[in-house]
């Protein structure tokens, strides 16, 4: 069992930046890949990052190429997504989910644990 908690959302202005973190629990953290979604209301929800065990692979929508960036610390039990150049349109509530063993079934987004979401705002 795992259970994760998502912070470091909030308002930031266009181009500014913002580091989540998704703070896990459970002895079997190290041994899943891990994965970053956003969703806006209406929508369904989205891919944005994924992370290997390893820390090794990672995987980014075209959205997210070059402006964010996904690591983990598995000592720490924790991952994070640091976001660069922020834009209005990366306003969303941001989950970070886990429970799969690639970064491909990540992507796939049918994963056993998930947070409860940290809202990030970008205003313009």
């Known amino acids: 069992q795992v259970q994760l908690v998502e912070s470091g959302g909030g308002l930031v202005q266009a181009g500014g930046s913002l580091r989540l973190s998704c703070a896990a629990s459970g002895r079997s953290f190290s041994r899943y890949a891990m994965g970053w979604f956003r969703q806006v209301p209406g929508k369904e929800r989205a891919f944005v990052a994924a992370?290997?065990?390893?820390?090794?692979?990672?995987t980014y929508a075209d959205s997210a190429k070059g402006r964010f960036t996904i690591s983990r610390d598995n000592g720490k039990n924790t991952v994070y997504l640091q976001m660069n150049s922020l834009k209005p349109e990366d306003t969303a509530v941001y989950y970070c989910?886990?429970?799969?063993?690639?970064?491909?079934?990540?992507?796939?987004?049918?994963?056993?644990?998930w947070g409860q979401g940290t809202q990030v705002t970008v205003s313009s």
């Open positions: 992370i290997s065990w390893s820390g090794l692979s990672r």
């Open positions: 989910a886990t429970g799969a063993n690639t970064i491909v079934e990540v992507t796939t987004q049918r994963l056993d644990y």
